[in-house]
């Protein structure tokens, strides 16, 4: 028989369940994830540091998990809330099943709530700070406490805690996929990369060297990368001033640079505008973008809080895309320069594939860029740019 178990809310709206982890008391942003698949990926993703997953799809468990669908080394969601347990697994790549996978990681989970009230509660209310705790080792009254000593996601810096302290180069590709002969080399800055953008990278045909988030520019430019990719990562960006500071630096270089998710709004900071704290930001692997240029819809994995406000771009920055569910800006390009980047996940990793061309779109501003610097007459001019 499950353990008794309690998600308290910031306002003190309580929902009662059962452990599906670990005893324990965590606290975190309460978020609710519409994705139907890929719960694995989800709980590992560093994008999900501190907050705690709501689940809206009831029949969560069902694959169990294995060790190659790790978005990272480790569990990175702060606690995980479902509808109903799921406790026997049927799938062939299955290791072990969910319940084996939180005691392995040490994580509290509470399932047996209804998930589609506190949806709707997330909806109306925004994002708020939460408690999830078992009974009788902890109560009510420590719950409280520690919802109230959580700062909150706004104004924090979690990409440095989650991003590597040493360079290291990445070679595997996607899942059962041959790498390809290495025709570029991509320095990575990891703010909280995913391993599927390393696989895709890899896959492209690039030699991927991954940095730490607070690498600086001259120490980015010294591995003569052919592109830059500024990954996706939890937290505030406007916390992340080093960055800013980098990416601003890189603007002088002509190496192509491509933001995903929070790498996306550190661009667009980089450029001058301003980020908003969304009210219970995208988080599921079925929303819809319009790609403006084109006029197409395309479904896109999404996880994010934060969000750039479109009106305080520069002119020469040109909006790509935006989100048909709230109209929020979803990627943007400069006019001139190499440098672009989109608010979702193209790597998708659970979700769909409809934005994967933009790592093509990378990899021709790659190209061009070498054949610009093959050129005799660019050569001189470019190392200018660079030094």
């Known amino acids: 028989m499950l353990q ?15 452990s599906l982890g670990v005893k324990g008391c965590v606290v975190g942003e309460v978020v609710f994830n519409t994705s139907m698949t890929g719960y694995q990926e989800i709980l590992t993703d560093p994008s999900y540091t501190e907050q705690l997953i709501t689940f809206t799809y009831p029949h969560i468990g069902n694959v169990g998990t294995n060790t190659e669908d790790y978005e990272s080394a480790q569990v990175y969601a702060k606690g ?14 299955s290791e072990s099943s969910l319940s084996d996978f939180f005691q392995k990681h040490q994580m509290v989970a509470i399932c047996g709530l209804d998930t589609r009230a506190l949806t709707r509660k ?60 290495q025709k570029f080399h991509v320095v990575v800055v990891d703010f909280g990369v995913k391993r599927a953008i390393l696989r895709h990278l890899v896959a492209l045909g690039a030699k991927v060297t991954v940095v730490p988030a607070t690498t600086e520019y001259q120490a980015i430019l010294a591995h003569e990368p052919d592109g830059i990719l500024l990954s996706n990562g939890p937290g505030d960006p406007e916390a992340c001033t080093y960055a800013i500071k980098t990416i601003q630096a890189l603007f002088k270089s002509p190496v192509p640079i491509f933001g995903i998710c929070l790498g996306h709004q550190l661009l667009g900071l980089s450029f001058g505008a301003k980020c908003l704290k969304m009210k219970f930001g995208h988080h599921g692997a079925n929303h819809p973008v319009k790609a403006l240029q084109t006029n197409q819809v395309l479904i896109t994995s999404q996880n994010h809080g934060f969000a750039i406000d479109e009106q305080t771009l520069p002119a020469e920055v040109e909006i790509t895309h935006r989100s048909l569910f709230d109209g929020t800006l979803q990627g943007f390009k400069h006019a001139e320069l190499p440098i672009f980047s989109f608010q ?44």
């Not at 026997?88 to 790549?93: D, G, I, P």
């Not at 021709?364 to 660019?378: G, I």
Request: hydrophobic share 35%; proline share 6%.
């Open 4 to 18: 008794q178990a309690t998600l308290l809310l910031e306002d003190g709206t309580i929902f009662e369940g059962q």
């Open 80 to 93: 995980a809330i479902f509808q109903q347990p799921i406790l026997a697994t049927s799938n062939w790549r």
């Open 122 to 181: 997330i909806r109306d209310q925004g994002a708020m700070k939460a408690c999830i705790y078992t009974a009788p080792e902890f109560s009510k009254q420590d719950a409280a406490k520690a919802i109230q000593s959580f700062a909150g996601l706004k104004g924090c810096d979690l990409a440095i805690e989650v991003s590597t302290e040493t360079t290291y180069e990445w070679t595997e590709s996607l899942w059962q996929q041959v790498p390809v002969s």
């Open 344 to 387: 979702g996940h193209p790597e998708a990793s659970p979700g769909p594939e409809d934005v994967t061309p933009l790592f093509q779109q990378f990899a021709d501003y790659m190209q061009q860029y070498q054949d610009a610097r093959s050129h005799p007459a660019n050569k001189e001019a470019l190392h200018v740019e660079t030094n």
